[in-house]
Each structure stands twice: as C-alpha cells, then as structure tokens.
C-alpha cells in the first residue's frame, strides 16, 4: 500500500504546498479538498466513495438538525441517520469479519466472511465528522452551509489517515478565515522535522527489535529477549504514533491550521490515569465527551461511573482493531483506571519512584496485549516473560540495539527538549533541524523497514 512508505508523501507534498499557496484565498479550501481527496483516493482509490458518501450525509443531515429546530422528530431523525451511517460504514468493513468468526466459532455455522479492507482513516475520519453532527444537534456550533468547507474539514490530509483526531469546534474559526506567515510556515516546517526524525530515525530502527523477536518466535526467545522485545515496541509504537501526529501538526500550521496536541511524554506518567492524560489525547478527549458524559459520567454514583469506565474502556480496545486481544487491552486499562479512583491514585502520588516503575511495568504487559493478535501466542509470549528462563541470545540483540534504546529512553523524556529549548543560537538550532531531515531522508531512500503502525486503526 503506498501509504506505508513517506517516499509518497515527501512526493505528494511540494506539488500540494505550490497549489495551496497559488490558489487565491476564495479558493484555498476548495484547493485544500482536492489535494486531499486525491492523497486519499491514491492509497485508496476503492473506497473513495465511501468518502464522498460520509462528507455528503453528514453536511445534509446537519442542515436537516438545523432546518427542523422546532420539529423534534425529524430533528432527531436527521440526528440518528448521520450518526448510524458513520458507525455502520465503520461497523460494516472493520467489525463485519469479526462478528461472522465469532458466531460461527459460537453456533458451529459455516458461514463465509467478506473480501474487505478497512478503508484508511476510517476509524479517524467517522469520529470526526460525528463529532461534528454531534456537536450541532446539541447547539454548540452552526451547522455548515459549505459543503466545499466540511468536505475539506473531513479529508484534511495532514491528519486524515492517522491522526491527531481534529474535532470541527477546533477549527471552524480558521475554517473561514487564516493567515498564514512566514514564520508560522517556518514552525511547521521544524515541527514537521522533529515527527519525521521521531517516525524515521526512531521508531523504525528500535522497531526492527521487535520485528526480529516476532521472527525467531516466541516460543525460542528467553526472558530477558522477551521484555527486550516488548520494550522495543513500547518504544516503537510512540515515536511511530506520535512521530505521525508531529509531522500532521506541522503541515497543519504550514497550512494555516492549529491542530491541537496528541503526545505529552506519556511515558513519565506516574499513574495509569495520567498516562492517558498524555497518550492520544484527542482519542481520550474524543470518548469523554462523546461517550462518557453523555452515560453520565461520574455525576450517577460510583456503580454507574465504573459502568461508564467499563463501556468506555471496552469501546477504546474494540476501536483498535477487529480482536479480541483489543478488547482485552482496553479492558485491562479499565481495571487498573477503576482501581485508581477507588484511592490507589492517592497512594501513588505519595510514592513517587514505585508510581513510576508501576506504570512502566503495566504498560509493557499492556503493549503485549496491544501487539499480539493471535491469543495462543499471547500466552506463549507471556509465560515466556515471566518463567524466568535463561539464554543468552538476549545479549547479542541487547549488544546490536543499546544505543538506539538509550537514544529513545531519553527522547521519550521532557530533558532533551528543555536542554534543546535553552539554545539561543539560531543557527545552531537551525542546523540541528537539518541534520535530522537530511539523516531521515537518506534512511528512507535506503531502508526497506518503514512501516505505519496506525494506518491500520
């Protein structure tokens, strides 16, 4: 697929940026949702309807919710009918396999699933324009009578395919009207950099720890390989996920846009809760006020806010993927999230160096729930981290990856950026910028290894 290489995007985006700063203003967005119907429709081009059908039922069922004001029903009618779309189209080709195995592995039924793959962005774009729909059928913005605007709103293509998720409330304002400046045009590019050094230089080299583990198997790796291996992804799926949601965030501003924050060193985390304070923060937003909220939050009593936690949470894991090992992620959390609140949170504010170590610990198990789809060796892999098996086939990988895990322990920590922000010598910054670009776009003419973790969400 195209999209799993940034050979396309570094391709794609001098031509867009020329168009888009050509253009007059009057036509910028109508620019901006070419250029990015065209990125989609060129990693995608089968479900390019699809697109089209979501932006085209949101817009009118948002004018219906706005037209019908006095007339309840219709109102709500047009309300459900955008918001069953959506989630039926997300429904339809993430979920429809999963329901069809598991029912016949539950009634002993033969029946044959469907040739599908899941659209790209899908899981992105349907909770941004429900979000949208959401948002005004309970007043809180207008419903918008250009089409060319929501269009370019749905499909923005810095973020459509993996991210941060941009709610309609954030940039409906800029929607309309932007400037764009020099040096706003000079930040994004820097912002931009810095993702793709944390996406190229990062995640891809410490991510090839992981991909050699899953290859000797994880029934012939020791323990120390196995939490080697698992540290590796842990590494791999931040500076992947969060390197994306930098790059995204800098063309944005390049563009005109202030996208808001996905990443906040959720590793320093001294608490499971704070570290979904700092982890895919729009994904975490996204659900508390669309989903947790609306159930009631924790304004009905303790029973009914671990309720909500509990269907949050299991809506969280399901949103990731088509498995049951999602579901249990997501659940995982909710145990640990429900343990917090009923008081280990204060215990953990107290003890600082065991709040982090805990955490750490927790999300290593998590991440191999997250990482391993096949059951049967979700559970090899966990005997294998914790029957304390020797070997010293670890040393060798531990040997060949050091540095790179050194580089990233620290990268994942505010100290580099604080010693990094006390510069005052431009140039030197300046220079530091583009030895990472230049470092990046030589890995990626000469590497193989440069995937996309989130493109499959």
């Not at 706005?66 to 989630?87: D, Q």
């Not at 996204?286 to 509990?310: H, Q, T």
Request: aromatic share 20%.
């Amino acid at each position: 697929m195209v999209f799993s290489s940034l050979l396309f995007l570094f391709r794609f985006l001098p031509v867009a940026f020329i168009i888009y700063y050509a253009v007059p203003w009057k036509l910028k967005n109508l620019s901006l949702l070419l250029l990015s119907l065209f990125f989609y429709s060129w990693g995608e081009p089968r479900y390019f309807p699809v697109m089209l059908a979501t932006i085209l039922v949101n817009y009118l069922a948002a004018l219906g919710i706005e037209k019908f004001a006095e007339r309840k029903g219709l109102r709500r009618a047009c309300f459900l009918i955008a918001v069953f779309f959506s989630l039926g189209m997300l429904i339809f080709f993430k979920y429809t396999n999963f329901f069809i195995e598991n029912l016949n592995g539950l009634l002993n039924l033969s029946i044959g699933t469907l040739e599908l793959t899941l659209p790209l962005g899908i899981s992105f774009y349907t909770f941004q324009t429900m979000s949208y729909t959401i948002d005004v059928y309970r007043g809180k913005v207008k419903a918008e009578h250009n089409i060319i605007d929501l269009g370019a709103f749905v499909v923005l293509f810095p973020q459509l395919i993996a991210g941060p998720i941009v709610l309609y409330t954030d940039i409906n304002k800029e929607l309309k009207s932007r400037k764009i400046r020099l040096a706003q045009i000079e930040e994004g590019v820097k912002i931009f950099i810095l993702g793709l050094g944390k996406k190229v230089l990062i995640a891809n080299n410490i991510g090839a720890l992981w991909t050699e583990v899953e290859t000797l198997g994880f029934a012939n790796v020791s323990t120390p390989l196995a939490w080697l291996g698992i540290l590796a992804f842990a590494l791999q799926i931040f500076f992947d996920f969060s390197g994306y949601s930098t790059m995204a965030i800098g063309l944005g501003k390049m563009l005109g846009f202030e996208f808001p924050e996905n990443f906040n060193y959720p590793y320093i985390a001294r608490s499971i809760t704070d570290f979904w304070r700092r982890w895919h923060m729009t994904l975490s937003s996204w659900f508390r006020e669309y989903v947790y909220i609306p159930l009631g939050g924790n304004r009905k009593g303790k029973a009914r806010m671990y309720f909500n936690l509990f269907v949050v949470w299991a809506c969280t894991g399901f949103w990731h993927g088509a498995n049951w090992n999602f579901i249990f992620w997501g659940l995982f959390f909710f145990v640990f999230l429900a343990i917090e609140k009923a008081g280990f949170s204060n215990f953990l504010d107290k003890h600082r160096i065991f709040s982090h170590v805990y955490v750490l610990f927790l999300l290593l198990i998590s991440w191999s729930l997250f990482a391993i789809t096949d059951l049967g060796q979700l559970g090899t892999f966990f005997t294998k981290m914790f029957s304390f098996s020797g070997g010293t086939d670890w040393l060798y990988y531990l040997r060949n990856y050091a540095v790179t895990i050194v580089i990233a322990c620290f990268l994942s920590t505010p100290l580099i950026a604080k010693v990094f922000s006390k510069v005052d010598v431009n140039w030197i910054k300046n220079a530091i910028y583009l030895l990472i670009f230049l470092l990046s776009v030589a890995y990626l003419v000469d590497a193989t290894y440069n995937p996309f973790l989130y493109f499959r969400f």
